[in-house]
Structures are given as C-alpha cells and as structure tokens.
C-alpha cells in the first residue's frame, strides 16, 4: 500500500494519474492534509479557465510536476523495501 498526504486539493485526474503509475497495488491519497494549500489544477484547469485556476496560488504545470514527484517518490521507497 503506498499513500500521499498532501496539502491542497488536487484534481481528480492528477490523482488517477499517480494511482496509475504508482508501483503499489493499492494507493491512497489523502488531500487537504496538514493543511489547506487551496486548490491544485491541471494545466487543462487553467485553459479552461475554471474556478480552481483563478483563485490558486499555484502556477501552471505545478500539478503535473508534482504527480511526476510523487511517483517518483512512491517508486524510489517500493525499491528499498
């Protein structure tokens, strides 16, 4: 079982896409942890211009950035099991 704790709101679609390339599995993430970050959107979410996009504090392409992130974590810890 791998888990996430993050702390904003991210996309349903960010979050499928760590559970697909995720080596556990099972993954579970858990958002809004440790806090309120706000919302996460996708690039997608910025050129579409929803709501999530005008009132994050994020910039373009943080949330593809940090699933890279994620998975790359989550498959580094699988390794050294």
Known sequence: IG?????YEMFGTTAMDIKESSPYDFT????CSQGDEGSLPTARGFEVLSYE???TRFER?????LADEFIRLLTEIKGAE
């Not at 888990?3 to 702390?7: D, G, K, N, S, V």
């Not at 392409?61 to 950035?65: F, R």
Request: proline share 6%; charged share 10%; aromatic share 12%.
């Open 3 to 7: 888990m996430i704790f993050a702390p």
């Open 28 to 31: 579970f993430i858990v958002t």
């Open 53 to 55: 996009a005008m009132v």
């Open 61 to 65: 392409g943080t949330a593809e950035k």
